[in-house]
């Protein structure tokens, strides 16, 4: 049996809050409640602006496939509209080794479709093919 290469490496593991590895393994699992409680535990701590900004639009962007989830796609809109917001507050191409462009593309490919009618209550959802989140090979500093 052929195991999915790793979204992570060992130097990750070292160099980042368990907080943060916790939720990227939660939601490429899918469970989008759970990484937004893994995240959330760090971003309720003492952090430094530009990682309380990241991790809070990472947990916004969890909670936008949760609400999915749960049959809510206008509180899904809201959330990936302020996960959006808060990247481009952030404007930095890397943070914490993901590539923020690549991610935030994967995000629009699968929820842009919540932008395309006055209430997306409306519409039937496309079938989705969620962002996996994988680490960049270097470390990047997040203080």
Sequence with gaps: ???????YSDEH????????????DLYNAGEYHAAH???EE????PVGPDEKLFLQAMIQ???????????????????????KEK?????????????????QAQLDR????????PDPREIEPPELQPPMISLLPAVTPFA
């Design 1 to 7: 049996m052929q195991t999915a290469a790793p979204h």
């Design 13 to 24: 593991i070292v160099a980042y809050p368990i907080e943060y590895i916790a939720g990227i």
């Design 37 to 39: 409680d893994a995240w």
């Design 42 to 45: 760090r971003w309720m701590g």
């Design 61 to 83: 962007s969890a909670v936008a496939f949760h609400h999915l989830q749960i049959g809510r796609p206008g509180a899904a809109r809201r959330m990936y509209l302020m996960a």
């Design 87 to 103: 990247f481009a507050r952030l404007n930095q191409p890397v943070f914490m080794s993901l590539d923020l462009a690549e991610y």
């Design 110 to 117: 699968a929820l842009s479709w919540l932008l395309t009618v």
